[in-house]
C-alpha cells in the first residue's frame, strides 16, 4: 500500500548459512535476517510502545535503528495531532516503511517494515468502544518477505479495564483466517498469568517463554517490575529468540530510559517458505 515513510531499508536480507530452527540460548549473538535455502526467512521483529512520542525521540529511533528491525509493531503511535505526519517522520527516521494502522486507522497500533516487505491485504479493525475508555483497535497486514509463505501480523494495545480487555484479546485469533501463519505482538496491559494471556498462549506461542533472550520485564525502563508486553507466534512459525535487548551492541541503556514508558521487545522468527 502507498506509504508516507521514505523507502530506506533497515537492513538487507540476501542467502544465509542455514540457521537451525531451534531457539538462541541466552545472550548469544541474534542472526541477523535473510533468506534460507528451502525460502525460509529469518527476521527480527521489534514490538515497542513509543507513548504518542511524546519522550525523546531522538533516543527513540537509536533504539529502533540498533534493533535492527525488519518489522516493527507500533503501539501508541500518535493519535490526535497530525497523526498521519508523525506516522510518517517515524517511518522515515527508522528507515522503514509504514505498512498499516496509525492514529485514526488503529486508534495507535501501527506496523512499519522495511522495503523489502511486501503487503498483500491490510485488514486494520477499529474495536467496540466502552463509553469512557480509549477507542483501541488492530494494525493487521498480511505479508510476504522474500520467500516466505504468507503471514498476518498484528500489533495491538489492549484495554486497562478488564472485562474490555478479555474481550479483545478473543478478538486477536480472528485477524488471521484458519491456517494462515500469524505473529501478534503488543503492549496487553496484562500479566502472563492473566485470564486473557493464558487465553492467547493456549493457541499462540508465547516468544519470551520459547525461547527467552535479554530481558523479561517491560515496565517501567527505570525500574522494570512488570512483563505486559508480549510476542506471540501460531505454530508453523518458529520463535528463535524474544526479549528485551538489553546487551545489544549498539543499544544504548541511557536511550532505553529516555525514548518512552516501555521497553522494547526483540525477537526473532523464521517464517516458513511458501
Same mark, same amino acid.
Given at each position: 500500500?502507498?506509504?508516507?515513510?521514505?523507502?530506506?531499508?533497515?537492513?538487507?536480507?540476501?542467502?544465509?548459512?542455514?540457521?537451525?530452527?531451534?531457539?538462541?540460548?541466552?545472550?548469544?549473538?541474534?542472526?541477523?535476517?535473510?533468506?534460507?535455502?528451502?525460502?525460509?526467512?529469518?527476521?527480527?521483529?521489534?514490538?515497542?510502545?513509543?507513548?504518542?512520542?511524546?519522550?525523546?525521540?531522538?533516543?527513540?529511533?537509536? #533504539?529502533?535503528?540498533?534493533?535492527?528491525?525488519?518489522?516493527?509493531?507500533?503501539?501508541?503511535?500518535?493519535?490526535?495531532?497530525?497523526?498521519?505526519?508523525?506516522?510518517?517522520?517515524?517511518?522515515?527516521?527508522?528507515?522503514?516503511?509504514?505498512?498499516?494502522?496509525?492514529?485514526?486507522?488503529?486508534?495507535?497500533?501501527?506496523?512499519?517494515?522495511?522495503?523489502?516487505?511486501?503487503?498483500?491485504?491490510?485488514?486494520?479493525?477499529?474495536?467496540?468502544?466502552?463509553?469512557?475508555?480509549?477507542?483501541?483497535?488492530?494494525?493487521?497486514?498480511?505479508?510476504?518477505?522474500?520467500?516466505?509463505?504468507?503471514?498476518?501480523?498484528?500489533?495491538?494495545?489492549?484495554?486497562?479495564?478488564?472485562?474490555?480487555?478479555?474481550?479483545?484479546?478473543?478478538?486477536?485469533?480472528?485477524?488471521?483466517?484458519?491456517?494462515?501463519?500469524?505473529?501478534?505482538?503488543?503492549?496487553?496491559?496484562?500479566?502472563?498469568?492473566?485470564?486473557?494471556?493464558?487465553?492467547?498462549?493456549?493457541?499462540?506461542?508465547?516468544?519470551?517463554?520459547?525461547?527467552?533472550?535479554?530481558?523479561?520485564?517491560?515496565? #517501567?525502563?527505570?525500574?522494570?517490575?512488570?512483563?505486559?508486553?508480549?510476542?506471540?507466534?501460531?505454530?508453523?512459525?518458529?520463535?528463535?529468540?524474544?526479549?528485551?535487548?538489553?546487551?545489544?551492541?549498539?543499544?544504548?541503556?541511557?536511550?532505553?530510559?529516555?525514548?518512552?514508558?516501555?521497553?522494547?521487545?526483540?525477537? #526473532?522468527?523464521?517464517?516458513?517458505?511458501?
Amino acid at each position: 500500500m502507498p506509504s508516507t515513510g521514505d523507502r530506506r531499508e533497515a537492513g538487507g536480507a540476501g542467502t544465509r548459512t542455514p540457521l537451525p530452527p531451534q531457539p538462541i540460548v541466552g545472550g548469544a549473538r541474534l542472526p541477523e535476517s535473510g533468506t534460507e535455502p528451502d525460502g525460509a526467512q529469518v527476521v527480527r521483529l521489534l514490538s515497542y510502545n513509543v507513548r504518542s512520542l511524546r519522550d525523546d525521540r531522538e533516543a527513540l529511533v537509536r #533504539v529502533v535503528r540498533a534493533c535492527r528491525p525488519d518489522l516493527v509493531c507500533v503501539q501508541e503511535s500518535p493519535r490526535y495531532w497530525r497523526p498521519e505526519g508523525q506516522a510518517a517522520w517515524l517511518a522515515r527516521s527508522t528507515g522503514t516503511v509504514i505498512l498499516s494502522g496509525g492514529g485514526r486507522i488503529a486508534a495507535g497500533p501501527l506496523l512499519l517494515g522495511r522495503l523489502a516487505v511486501d503487503v498483500l491485504e491490510v485488514r486494520d479493525r477499529l474495536l467496540p468502544k466502552t463509553r469512557g475508555l480509549h477507542a483501541r483497535g488492530f494494525a493487521t497486514a498480511k505479508l510476504r518477505i522474500g520467500r516466505s509463505a504468507p503471514f498476518v501480523l498484528t500489533s495491538c494495545h489492549l484495554s486497562l479495564d478488564p472485562d474490555e480487555r478479555l474481550k479483545q484479546f478473543a478478538l486477536l485469533p480472528a485477524q488471521a483466517e484458519e491456517g494462515e501463519p500469524a505473529v501478534i505482538a503488543g503492549d496487553f496491559n496484562e500479566h502472563p498469568d492473566g485470564p486473557g494471556w493464558q487465553r492467547l498462549a493456549a493457541t499462540y506461542q508465547d516468544g519470551h517463554v520459547v525461547a527467552p533472550w535479554g530481558g523479561t520485564n517491560t515496565s #517501567v525502563p527505570a525500574n522494570p517490575y512488570q512483563r505486559i508486553d508480549a510476542v506471540f507466534a501460531s505454530p508453523g512459525v518458529t520463535v528463535l529468540a524474544c526479549g528485551v535487548p538489553h546487551g545489544l551492541p549498539d543499544v544504548d541503556p541511557a536511550d532505553l530510559l529516555a525514548a518512552t514508558d516501555h521497553l522494547p521487545l526483540l525477537a #526473532v522468527l523464521r517464517l516458513p517458505p511458501g
